[in-house]
């Protein structure tokens, strides 16, 4: 029995011991946590200020206001124009963070214009009086009683956009151009500008080829390079989005031009203002620029894609709690997300770091100015890179970079500035062509570049390699090899198997889709 009161003085002594070590575990283990969180805000801290400058130094600064300048006064401002400003959507209300930062993850996309001509000149077909009639109605020019269905009657329709060109036309000398930023959007915002200057040149595109039906070639030419002036200033929205749309337009704003030279309309000066405006055409370097400032873009976002991965985890929390901790848990969310919002998270920076430096380095690679060369295989190396280094890693300084990876490492957007660099070249070799046959009236049986006044640009796919050129009965072909780099004859239209080359199509053949060309190389 005298044993009987030790028992319980002893399991209180242990009690005591168990509650002073866990206590002792526990202040240890939170020293820790916050020795580890204050090392980790310091380092990212200090890498997030050497990453700055470095950016500073490459002329990507990150401070917001020199990112986005104020712009001058709206009369410097081409788009400060009220047909522009009244396009712009004003954000009022508030927008969600994680809806930002998810919209940022998202694969650009080129606009596609829809209800135009099913064939046009990349198929070998100029545009008719009945395919202007499409564009014009479709477009909204209806009037009461509708005019012919010709020359004439189209460009009286056209007068229904002619204070929107007019407008237009007078600012484009304003060597100024800055759209509203809405910051805190991120830069895959959709803008509205974007769209409606890409459909002004389609309508440019259609009146110029309605000038060429009536033979008013001037005039013609005059709307050519308005259209182009116009996808020059889409380029200074500095995303790639308005990349994308830019090299979009630009490919149908050819129409007129490759029109033009099937029915040998043009005159050699008015051939060498075309190649002159051509030959400002840098797609290379447009979509590189825009590429990294809108890397930069989204590595200043960091507070919205911190906020919005911690909304993540909260919902993520409360959705394994089920039914019991929504209901019952007063507040839960709220008060998780002020918990988790005291951590600091350095490693969100650290991310974003390897992020903008990893889309640096895929930049120097995939747009190669100095060589004229965007190299297909180079893209893919770089793309098995960067799966490898951000696929599986569990390092959480890379975690996040991942979710980026479709958004900025993908072969779309270097494909489309390839394409448009191509035909832009390809738009200068033409008028090269055209020039040969007014002083000789024939085209070349074989090209040789001592024939001509101009430097010939080489593929850009392909590097010093020359555009591949073939002469038909009473035109002539040219075409790139495209993003495959195999010589398929010339074949339009991608086909099941992935064959297409980028061609300038004869004017004396329409080119039907399957159709395949001996080759002669330039």
């Known amino acids: 029995m005298g044993d009987g009161g030790v028992y319980p003085k002893r399991k209180h002594s242990f009690l005591i011991r168990l509650s002073v070590f866990l206590l002792g575990s526990g202040i240890l283990l939170l020293a820790l946590v916050v020795t580890f969180c204050v090392w980790d805000e310091h380092r990212s801290f200090n890498a997030w200020e050497d990453f700055s400058e470095e950016m500073q130094s490459l002329g990507y600064p990150m401070d917001t206001d020199l990112l986005f300048p104020a712009p001058p006064p709206e009369e410097d401002n081409f788009a400060g124009i009220p047909f522009l400003k009244n396009l712009i959507e004003h954000q009022d209300s508030f927008v969600d963070a994680w809806v930002v ?32 009639r499409l564009i014009l109605l479709t477009r909204g020019a209806i009037e009461e009683t509708e005019p012919p269905v010709n020359a004439q009657g189209n460009l009286q329709l056209f007068g229904y956009f002619d204070s929107h060109f007019k407008e237009l036309k007078s600012a484009t000398d304003r060597t100024f151009c800055q759209f509203p930023v809405f910051f805190d959007l991120g830069p895959q915002y959709p803008y509205q500008h974007l ?77 060498k203002q075309l190649q002159a405006d051509l030959g400002r055409f840098n797609f290379i370097k447009s979509f590189k620029q825009n590429y990294l400032f809108e890397t930069v873009w989204i590595a200043n976002l960091y507070a919205t894609i911190e906020t919005a ?102 072969s779309d957007i270097p494909r489309a500035a390839a394409q448009g660099q191509a035909f832009a070249d390809m738009g200068i070799i033409a008028c090269e062509l055209e020039r040969y046959y007014l002083a000789e009236k024939k085209y070349p049986s074989a090209f040789s570049t001592e024939l ?41 239209g991608e086909t099941s198997s992935g064959m297409e080359d980028w061609v300038w199509p004869p004017a004396d053949i329409p080119v039907p ?9 330039l």
């Open 452 to 492: 001509f006044h101009e430097k010939v640009p080489a593929d850009v796919i392909m590097g010093q390699e020359p555009y591949v050129f073939q002469k038909t009965s009473a035109s002539f072909m040219l075409y790139s090899l495209a993003w495959d780099k195999l010589n398929n004859l010339g074949q339009i």
């Open 309 to 410: 991965w911690m909304e993540s985890v909260v919902s993520a929390i409360v959705g394994e709690g089920g039914s019991f901790l929504k209901n019952q848990v007063l507040k839960l969310e709220y008060a998780l997300a002020k918990l988790l919002s005291k951590v600091p998270m350095g490693w969100i920076r650290m991310n974003l770091i390897h992020l903008s430096k990893s889309a640096f380095d895929y930049a120097e690679v995939v747009y190669q100015e100095d060589e004229h060369l965007i190299d297909p295989l180079a893209v893919k190396r770089k793309m098995l890179e960067l799966d490898t280094l951000y696929g599986d890693t569990i390092n959480p300084d890379r975690f996040v970079v991942g979710k980026f990876k479709n958004a900025l490492f993908n």
């Open 195 to 271: 769209e409606t200057l890409h459909e002004v040149v389609i309508l440019l595109s259609a009146r110029a080829v309605t000038y060429l039906h009536s033979g008013r070639c001037s005039e013609a030419l005059e709307d050519i390079i308005f259209a182009w002036e116009l996808i020059h200033k889409l380029d200074t929205d500095r995303t790639i989005t308005a990349s994308l749309i830019s090299e979009s337009c630009f490919i149908y704003s050819l129409q007129p031009l490759w029109q033009g030279i099937a029915a040998h309309q043009w005159t050699d000066a008015q051939l």
């Open 513 to 521: 889709v399957n159709s395949f060309f001996g080759r002669n190389r």
């Open 101 to 132: 930062a998810s919209t940022l993850t998202n694969v650009h996309k080129a606009y596609v214009p829809t209800e135009l001509p099913e064939r046009f000149w990349r198929h070998g077909y100029g545009w008719t009086p009945e395919d202007v």
